[in-house]
C-alpha cells in the first residue's frame, strides 16, 4: 500500500518510512505542510501518516481540507500533545486515530494495519477469501491451510488484488498502490510481480486474469471439493 508520512524531522520521518518499506510498503516523506497539501489535492494514497507541527501550513489545516475535499483517506496523527481536549478535537476534525510521542514503532505498524484493514472492510487482520487465509500481523499466507511463503512486496500486491476483487486494474494503478514516488520500476516490474504471485497462489481459489492493453482482474471463485 502507498503511505505518505508528513513529519518535518527528517530522521523520524526517514525511520518510518523505512520501517514501512521493509514491509512492502511504497512509503514517501514529504516535510513541508503546503508541499503535501497539495501533493494530496491531485495524488491518492493508502494512509497518511501526519505530524501537526509542521512549516508553512500545519498538520491540522491539511487534516482540515482533506475532509473539506470529502476524502476519506485514513489519517493517522502524530503528536505531542496529550489532553483528551486535544484528542477529541484531532478526531472531531477528521483523523482516524492519533498516537503520542514518543512512540514505539511496533504500536505504529498495527495501528496502519487497523487503519488499513478498515479501508478494505475487515473487521479482523486475518480474512478468509475461498480457501485463501490472510493473516496480516503475521504476514502470513496460507491455501488450503498450509502457508505459502510470499516475499513482502508479493503480499502487498495479493492484499491490492483481494481489496478490488472484479475490478479491472490497470498496471499504473497497481504501481500506485505498490511502489514508492521516488521508485522507477522497470516496464515488465508488474508483470512480473504478478507472474510470481500466480505461481505462488497455484491451487488457490484467486484467478488473475490478464487483460491484454488493459491491465487485470483478480476474482475468488472457491472451487467444489
Same mark, same amino acid.
Given at each position: ?13 526517514? +525511520?518510518?518510512?523505512? !520501517? @514501512? #518499506?521493509?514491509?512492502?510498503?511504497? +512509503? ?8 503535501? $497539501? *497539495? ?16 512549516? $508553512?501550513? #500545519?498538520?491540522?489545516?491539511? @487534516? ?5 475535499? =470529502? ?12 489532553? /483528551? ?23 505504529? =505498524?498495527?495501528?496502519? !494495519? +487497523? @487503519? ?14 475461498? $480457501? ?8 502470513? /499466507?496460507? /491455501? %488450503? ?6 516475499? $513482502? !512486496? ?18 499504473? *494503478? ?8 521516488? =521508485?522507477?520500476?522497470?516496464? %515488465? ?29 483478480? =476474482? ?6
Amino acid at each position: 500500500m502507498r503511505i505518505l508520512v508528513v513529519e518535518d524531522t527528517e530522521v523520524l520521518g526517514q +525511520a518510518i518510512c523505512e !520501517r @514501512l #518499506s521493509s514491509l512492502g510498503h511504497g +512509503a514517501d516523506l514529504i516535510m513541508d505542510g503546503k508541499q503535501a $497539501n *497539495e501533493l494530496l489535492r491531485y495524488q491518492s494514497v493508502d494512509l497518511i501518516i501526519l505530524d501537526l507541527n509542521l512549516p $508553512n501550513m #500545519s498538520g491540522l489545516q491539511i @487534516l482540515q481540507a482533506l475532509r473539506q475535499r =470529502e476524502d476519506a483517506t485514513p489519517v493517522l496523527v502524530l503528536t505531542a500533545r496529550d489532553q /483528551v481536549d486535544d484528542r477529541i478535537r484531532l478526531l472531531d476534525a477528521g483523523a482516524d486515530d492519533y498516537l503520542t510521542k514518543p512512540f514505539d514503532f511496533g504500536e505504529l =505498524e498495527a495501528r496502519c !494495519r +487497523a @487503519l488499513l484493514r478498515r479501508k478494505q472492510g475487515y473487521a479482523s487482520n486475518v480474512t478468509e477469501h475461498g $480457501n485463501i487465509t490472510v493473516d496480516r500481523d503475521s504476514r502470513q /499466507v496460507l /491455501v %488450503n491451510q498450509v502457508v505459502t511463503a510470499v516475499t $513482502n !512486496r508479493e503480499f502487498r500486491l495479493l492484499e491490492i488484488f483481494l481489496g478490488h476483487l472484479g475490478r479491472v486494474l490497470s498496471k499504473d *494503478e497497481i504501481t500506485e498502490h505498490l511502489f514508492n514516488f521516488d =521508485e522507477t520500476p522497470g516496464p %515488465n516490474a508488474i508483470e512480473l510481480y504478478v507472474g510470481r504471485l500466480r505461481k505462488k497462489m497455484a491451487g488457490s481459489d484467486l484467478t488473475i486474469s490478464t487483460l491484454r492493453g488493459i491491465g487485470y482482474v483478480a =476474482e475468488v471463485t472457491p472451487a467444489q471439493r
